[in-house]
């Protein structure tokens, strides 16, 4: 089968652009990389139907060869899921907005704490290592790390707090019936 | 009895159609949405029946001539999995709906929730029961879709957060699998997976490694198997319990399932069953230690689900009779008791105000019936004698035995190592949130719901996580019948000729 080298390097380039773009922080830039990739995809569809030839209607080939129209039929359907893709990515990113003024992808809460619980784990422990002599006991300054990292848990505490609050306020929606006041 | 096939499609899809419409009568769109799930039940037990005694039962949609179309199978494997998916979709659906008139009046409710479970449920039965890659790569997205719709109900800002992850990993795992696809066509001229498995054999050895493991990568991604599994714990747990529920039961089984799938009936004699005895291994202990680690129980619940699809891979990699129906047992055990553990949860948010370990105590005096609710499925998980966990986990390590080799004396440790540390998650769970008394004040400062012994639990919840208890327990009165069942499906797939024999028409490659 030979197949165009025009065809692979676009998808090649679109493909990597896209990939290139998802890794950024902002859904919108995400969103033109899903597009790009997307669409570098669906190139390789044409690439696997092999050697273009005649539309592939009936009555139309008159004798000719046909395109293979199974790969044709198999980008559409993928053209389609990535338009209600990016419909949905698009509700994402502007209802991010709304909320946070801003439409960047966050990292996890419980996942930030563990990381800085780790890293006062590791200040402690360099201090040890460091200093084989016994800390002196009229040395009673607080160590301002620490004091900001416990802030910083005290705000992870509050921001969890916040999150299982809207959380009850949705769980119940779930049921998915009657109307608000009727 | 061919026409049943389409059936558990094409019945929610309609279902899902009639429960929008009827979005502003929440009466009849409740009674739409629970009796389309209990048909797809029955048609489910009617498919396990008829497969088990006749032999796959094959569609061929559309009446085009025959290797032409787009083929439904039913296999033994298809119709379990279909069954005990469709028995947990209905049982969270009714959950869900077991929420007090009250509660219902007074909160904002959305007509939108009943129509993309049902979808969700269609998405689900179509990726069991399809014939070709492509249709599998649609009954992924319809799942997927639904599961975006389901993940960021109501917009919350946590909700956000948790579903653009989770969106972002669907949506490289789908393009992935879209790549694999056009390739996989492209060298063989068909996507259908019985011509697939007679044509992939004849290509050269390197470009039916590349093939495998682009597939391997895709369903790996859907399954939360180890290096890929991150994604997981961080967006399952922001859902509501119900969603959780059924994501935790179904969605990563079905990646199970399709890895199950293409690597007995595509790639036969496959080179990587080291690779993936690796990654059952690093999954099962990864996950777990992540779990212990966790005092959300939610999240603790995510991880544990990480750790045991390690042991369905474990099953997997075996290669062996033995490793399949160790596996396809261990999948229909897990999908039941992993959503039960998931509603039970739920319960124990509404009781006790909470899900962090921290801020709950005393639940087993406030409320012995969540106390017996959540310690039945959590055993049985753990995998402690009489439950069918034990059971299933025997089996896999019989087949690990058999193997014989290293790597999979050391997968027999890691599973025995990684059933204990599930016991020690459990118990910390049960120490922390039942057993000890209600704690005087919580690190978050806020006052105990826990101490209102008013709090009564919705009955319609407590009976339907009840039952799904019953039915975990259920499974090791009919373990017999139904690991005589997984052994005939995993022989049918290793010699995949019944398959490929009910499926093409004789003479067609």
């Known amino acids: 089968m030979s197949s165009s080298l025009t065809l692979l390097v676009v998808s090649g380039v679109l493909i990597s652009a896209g990939v290139y773009l998802m890794m950024e922080r902002s859904l919108t830039r995400i969103l033109v990389g899903v597009l790009m990739a997307g669409n570098g995809v669906n190139l390789l569809f044409l690439v696997a139907s092999g050697v273009p030839a005649g539309a592939p209607f009936i009555d139309t080939d008159r004798g000719r060869d046909i395109s293979d129209p199974l790969p044709q039929a198999m980008v559409l359907t993928a053209i389609v899921i990535t338009l209600g893709l990016t419909a949905f990515l698009l509700t994402m990113a502007y209802r991010s907005f709304q909320l946070h003024g801003h439409d960047e992808v966050a990292d996890d809460v419980e996942d930030r704490q563990i990381v800085r619980l780790a890293e006062a784990d590791l200040a402690s422990a360099s201090y040890d290592e460091d200093d084989k002599s016994m800390p002196s006991e009229d040395d009673s300054d607080p160590d301002p790390a620490e004091e900001g990292s416990a802030e910083q848990l005290a705000a992870d505490q509050a921001e969890r707090q916040q999150r299982d609050a809207a959380e009850d306020a949705t769980d119940r929606i779930i049921s998915g019936e009657g109307r608000p006041g009727s | ?509």
């Open chain 2, 1 to 509: 009895m061919n026409n049943l096939l389409p059936l558990p499609v094409l019945l929610p899809l309609l279902g899902a159609g009639l429960a929008l419409v009827l979005g502003r009568h929440p009466r009849a769109q409740r009674v739409t949405s629970s009796t389309v799930l209990l048909a797809v039940v029955l048609v489910a037990a009617t498919l396990v029946f008829l497969t088990d005694r006749y032999g796959p039962l094959v569609l061929w949609v559309g009446a085009w001539p025959e290797p032409l179309g787009v083929a439904l199978v039913a296999d033994r494997l298809s119709s379990l999995m279909l069954l005990v998916s469709s028995i947990v979709t209905f049982t969270v659906l009714v959950f869900s709906m077991g929420q007090g008139v009250e509660e219902r009046k007074r909160e904002t409710p959305i007509s939108i929730y009943h129509p993309t479970f049902l979808v969700l449920s269609a998405g689900v039965s179509n990726a069991f029961l399809a014939g070709d890659l492509f249709n599998l790569f649609v009954g992924f997205e319809m799942l997927l879709f639904a599961s975006y719709v389901l993940l960021t109900l109501g917009g919350t800002g946590e909700r956000i957060r948790a579903g653009t992850t989770y969106v972002l990993v669907s949506v490289l795992s789908s393009l992935l699998f879209l790549i694999a696809i056009a390739c996989i066509y492209a060298a063989c001229g068909t996507v259908n997976l019985a011509q697939l498995s007679l044509r992939l054999p004849e290509l050269d050895p390197d470009v039916q490694l590349i093939l495998q493991l682009v597939l391997l990568t895709v369903f790996s991604i859907k399954a939360a198997v180890f290096p890929l599994s991150a994604w997981l714990p961080d967006s399952y747990p922001t859902a509501p319990a119900p969603v959780t529920a059924v994501f935790a039961g179904l969605l990563t089984k079905v990646g199970v399932y399709a890895i199950i799938r293409t690597q007995t009936l595509l790639f036969g004699d496959s080179p990587l069953s080291g690779l993936l005895m690796w990654a059952a291994l690093a999954t099962m202990i990864i996950g777990i230690l992540g779990a212990i680690a966790q005092s959300e129980i939610k999240r603790m619940l995510s991880f544990t689900l990480v750790s045991h699809i390690g042991y369905m891979i474990f099953g997997v990699s075996l290669a062996s009779e033995a490793g399949f129906a160790g596996a396809i047992f261990y999948t229909a055990h897990h999908i039941t008791i992993q959503t039960t553990l998931f509603l039970v949860t739920g319960l124990i948010e509404r009781r006790g105000g909470s899900t962090s370990l921290n801020d709950l105590g005393g639940l087993a005096a406030l409320s012995p019936v969540l106390g017996v609710l959540f310690f039945v499925p959590a055993m049985n998980l753990a995998g402690i004698p009489p439950f069918s966990g034990f059971i299933g986990k025997v089996g896999l390590l019989e087949a690990g035995v058999q193997n014989g080799g290293a790597l999979a004396y050391a997968l027999v440790i890691g599973g025995v190592i990684t059933s204990l540390l599930t016991l020690y998650a459990m118990a910390k769970v049960w120490n922390r949130a039942f057993w000890r008394a209600v704690p005087e004040s919580t690190p978050a400062g806020n006052p105990l719901v826990v101490r209102r012994r008013s709090i009564l639990l919705p009955r319609g919840m407590v009976v339907t996580s009840a039952f799904l208890v019953l039915v975990g327990v259920g499974i090791t009165f009919v373990a017999g019948p139904l690991y005589g069942y997984a052994d005939r499906a995993a022989t049918d797939m290793l010699s995949g000729l019944p398959y490929v024999q009910a499926v093409l028409p004789a003479g067609v490659r």
